[in-house]
């Protein structure tokens, strides 16, 4: 283990470079890949918008609707119990 531990850490100084993004060296952008990345992103979260506005709906119109809708299901709930 000592033996690999040693090999690693001479191959190591022996590959170390300056690092790109801390030199200032620097590309110009986002590029095509991340924009194609960005929209992905952005269909994934307009696909689960529409569910959720549809769930929000449903819980508001459970919460604010008519009163014999929740004594009907008050009262069916306590005949299934029985």
Do not use: C, Y
């Amino acid at each position: 283990m000592k033996t690999m531990l040693r090999i690693v850490t001479v191959f190591a100084a022996l590959q170390a470079t300056s690092v790109f993004a801390a030199s200032g060296a620097g590309g110009g952008g986002i590029g095509l890949i991340g924009w194609i990345f960005i929209g992905f992103m952005a269909v994934i979260v307009a696909f689960q918008f529409v569910p959720a506005v549809i769930m929000f709906g449903s819980m508001m119109a459970a919460v604010f609707g008519k009163a014999k809708n929740r004594e009907s299901a008050a009262h069916s709930a306590k005949a299934d119990n029985s």
